[in-house]
């Protein structure tokens, strides 16, 4: 229990910290607002060092955060099939909570904002370019990224990294794969990541909302969980993992 605990944790606090900084440049009236996509990514890579740290000191020491990471981990045998649904649940649940949090955080700027697309942009993400073919290939392709350079990051033949500083270098692969890589889709890379704040757009009381596309919601969801079974493959094929 205390594994899944940790997992529901960490996911809530990345959430917080991620859906917080989108909130603080979209919002109106934010101090933050307009400040840009370097805040975004740089937001978001801090929200996995937290996450990851927040984790594992709550029971998760693995700290997936992640349920592709979980189903890579899981073809490598690290779980079972129960123990990995049950750790996604959790990672969902925390990713739902995480986004009730940063609404009550910014709760005054949700009626001041008028555009419904920038509200729902706080807690999922959205194409730039509505094309499902391209925007579910930039997934992959970035979730493939994320979970190969985690198992290069951590793999024995580079003789692995000092105890504590393997989630900076995580956040910091977060933060490239933003940075080069978000444009297109926003960079979900996680699907509960997307979903579980999703889920919260749909069921809070958000002033003014519109509704949560779920028409895309499948995108970063099953994108992510095709990059994770393509970086187990890489990873098994190039000797990392």
């Known amino acids: ?39 975004i990514t740089t937001g978001w890579a801090i929200a996995v060092i ?3 740290f927040a984790a594992v000191s709550t029971g998760a020491p693995q700290a997936d955060i992640n349920p592709a990471v979980t189903l890579a981990k899981t073809f490598m045998g690290v779980y079972t099939g129960a123990q990995a649904a049950a750790t ?7 990713g ?22 920038l509200k729902l942009a706080v807690f999922c993400t959205g194409p730039a370019v509505r094309n499902s073919t391209a925007n579910l ?4 392709i970035g ?12 793999a024995k033949p580079v003789g692995g990294v000092a105890p504590g500083f393997g989630p900076y270098l995580v956040g910091m692969l977060v933060w ?30 958000i002033a003014g909302k519109g509704d949560s596309d779920w028409g895309y919601s499948w995108i970063p969801v099953v994108g992510p969980f095709i990059g994770g079974a393509l970086a187990f493959a890489i990873g098994k094929a190039v000797g990392i993992i």
């Not at 940790?6 to 009236?29: D, P, Q, R, S, Y």
């Not at 996604?88 to 925390?94: I, N, P």
């Not at 290939?137 to 992959?140: F, G, K, W, Y």
Request: aromatic residues 10%.
């Open 176 to 205: 490239g794969l933003g940075l080069s890589l978000g444009g297109p889709t926003g960079y979900a890379i996680n699907p509960a990541r997307d979903l579980g704040p999703r889920i919260a757009h749909a069921i809070l009381p």
């Open 96 to 117: 739902i909570v995480g986004g009730a949090v940063a609404w009550l955080a910014y709760l005054p700027h949700w009626e001041l904002t008028e555009d419904k697309g």
């Open 50 to 52: 937290m996450g990851v």
């Open 143 to 154: 979730t493939t990224m994320l979970v190969t350079v985690i198992f290069c990051i951590f």
């Open 88 to 94: 996604m649940l959790a990672q969902l649940c925390g």
């Open 1 to 39: 229990m205390s594994n899944l605990f940790g997992e529901f944790f960490g996911t809530m606090v990345l959430i917080i910290f991620g859906c917080g900084v989108v909130a603080n440049v979209l919002l109106k009236k934010s101090k933050g607002e307009n400040s840009g996509w370097i805040v």
């Open 137 to 140: 290939l930039c997934e992959i």
